[in-house]
């Protein structure tokens, strides 16, 4: 029977793989998620973290290309349709890394008052930090690669020294606000949920530029 610290032990595994994953997809870049195990078992988390992860990963960097002033519209706009899909993808991954969590956590919470009073929420849900944290790594990455840049002066490797600093500081308070969001879970003053996204623009169903252009499928 897991317990609270097993799932926080876990996640504090989560996060370190978010930045050693970063580093090793820069030198072989991981081609998609596949075969990622879902469901409310802890087993499950850390593949599901890495796949929401690597959503992130491929969504910078096709960013960065969709930004440059030298190419053809043709490849900003492939660049557009990569990001919608990637960032679907994003958005799923940290419905089920939310899911997972709520399924591990709802057995072990303590039982509400009879007249359901007292429940509280968090404005962000684990999912969400676990995102943010995701796209922390990166930018830790990134600053990093600025400041040993030998085509840049010193002024703007020590600009961005000082903004790496900055980074290292905001991943470690959200690591640890998700730790205690978990302890609220525990004590019973907070209860989780699973916030979904509900995206619309990439569904043809609900985007009226598509379904009025008559390509709902």
Not at 55 to 61: E, G, Y
Not at 126 to 154: C, N, P, W, Y
Request: hydrophobic share 40%; glycine share 6%; charged share 30%.
């Amino acid at each position: 029977m897991i317990g609270f610290d097993d799932i926080s032990a876990e996640l504090e595994r989560c996060f370190a793989a978010q930045v050693q994953a970063t580093a090793d997809w820069h030198v072989i870049e991981q081609e998609d998620a596949t075969d990622v195990a879902e469901g409310p078992e802890l087993g499950n988390l850390a593949g599901l973290v890495l796949a929401q992860h690597l959503m992130n990963f491929k969504l910078w960097h096709v960013e960065d290309i969709a930004r440059r002033k030298d190419v053809g519209p043709e490849v900003i706009a492939d660049c557009k349709y990569r990001i919608d899909r990637l960032n679907q993808r994003r958005n799923d991954f940290m419905e089920k890394v939310d899911a997972c969590i709520v399924g591990l956590v709802t057995p072990m919470l303590p039982p509400l008052p009879a007249d359901g009073s007292g429940v509280r929420h968090n404005t962000e849900s684990l999912g969400m930090s676990v995102d943010r944290l995701s796209i922390l790594s990166l930018k830790i990455f990134h600053m990093h690669e600025q400041t040993e840049r030998t085509d840049a002066d010193e002024a703007h490797r020590e600009s961005c020294r000082a903004k790496l600093a900055v980074l290292h500081e905001q991943r470690a308070d959200l690591a640890r606000a998700v730790l205690e969001l978990l302890d609220d879970y525990r004590s019973g003053s907070k209860r989780p949920k699973v916030y979904f996204q509900f995206k619309m623009y990439n569904d043809p169903a609900l985007n009226p530029q598509l379904y009025k252009g008559g390509q709902v499928s």
